[in-house]
C-alpha cells in the first residue's frame, strides 16, 4: 500500500546527541515537508523540500537540517544545537505544487523524540 | 508563525449530537483544509474548501467559509465515539506551505 514511513516511532536521546529521523514515502510525490508538535499545540513547519536536492527553512528551522538526495525520502537530522528538541515529529508529503495552491498533505504517523 | 486559530480548544458532546469547530485566520488564502488527529497518530485529511466556494460537504462533515470574516466552521453531524479526535484547520496562503492551528480537542461520549 502507499503511504509514508516514519521511523523510528519513539526515540531517546542523550543531550548533545544528533539524531536523524526518517521519512520515506511511496507516493511518487515531489513536494515532502516536517513538522514539529508540542503538547496541545499545533503543527510547527521545520522545513521543506518541493524537488529533489532543494529544500527550503520553515519557522523553526534553527537546530535541525535535512537533506533531499532521492525523490522518496526526506530525512530529519535533529542536531545538538536545538536547545528543546523533546517533541512529537511529522513528516508529510503531497503532490508538487503549481502557483499557489497547495493541496492535501499526507501525514506519517510521527516520531516522538525524548531527549534524557 | 500560526496562521488559523481553532475555537473552542476543547468540546465534549454526546454521541448523537452535532459538533461544531471554528477556526479564524488573519490573512489571505487559496485554500483552508481541515484535519483530524487520534490521540499520538499522524493527522488524516478530512476536507479541502478553495477560497471561492462557501460550503462543501463530505458525508457527515460539512465545512463552510466566509472570507470576509476570515473564518471557517467544520460541522460534524451525528456524532459517534469514534470521532473523538484533535481537529485542525490549516490555510494555504500561496507558499506552498500549510499553516496549523493549534486545534480543537473532540471528545465525544457513548
Known amino acids: 500500500d502507499g503511504g509514508i514511513t516514519q521511523s523510528p516511532k519513539y526515540l531517546f536521546r542523550k543531550e548533545g546527541q544528533n539524531v536523524t529521523l526518517s521519512c520515506e514515502q511511496n507516493?511518487?510525490?515531489?513536494?515532502m515537508y516536517w513538522y514539529r508538535q508540542d503538547p496541545g499545540q499545533g503543527l510547527r513547519l521545520i522545513y521543506y523540500?518541493?524537488?529533489?536536492?532543494?529544500?527550503q527553512k520553515g519557522d523553526i528551522a534553527e537546530g535541525y537540517s535535512v537533506s533531499r538526495e532521492k525523490k522518496e525520502s526526506f530525512p530529519l537530522t535533529v542536531t545538538s544545537a536545538q536547545k528543546n528538541p523533546t517533541a512529537f515529529y511529522l513528516c508529510a508529503s503531497t503532490l508538487r505544487q503549481t502557483g499557489s495552491y497547495t493541496g492535501e498533505l499526507f501525514f506519517g504517523e510521527g516520531s516522538r523524540l525524548t531527549v534524557l | 508563525s500560526q496562521q488559523g486559530e481553532e475555537d473552542p480548544q476543547a468540546l465534549s458532546i454526546q454521541e448523537g449530537e452535532n459538533a461544531t469547530m471554528n477556526c479564524s485566520y488573519k490573512t489571505s488564502i487559496n485554500n483552508l483544509q481541515w484535519y483530524r488527529q487520534n490521540s499520538g497518530r499522524g493527522l488524516v485529511h478530512l476536507i479541502l474548501i478553495r477560497s471561492n466556494e462557501r460550503e462543501k460537504h463530505s458525508g457527515r462533515l460539512r465545512v463552510t467559509l466566509d472570507t470576509s470574516k476570515k473564518s471557517s466552521s467544520l460541522l460534524i453531524t451525528a456524532s459517534r465515539a469514534a470521532d473523538t479526535a484533535s481537529y485542525f484547520c490549516a490555510t494555504a496562503s500561496g507558499y506552498s506551505t500549510l499553516t496549523f492551528g493549534k486545534g480543537t480537542m473532540l471528545l465525544v461520549s457513548p
Open positions: 523540500s518541493q524537488i529533489v536536492n532543494d529544500f
Open positions: 507516493l511518487n510525490h515531489d513536494a
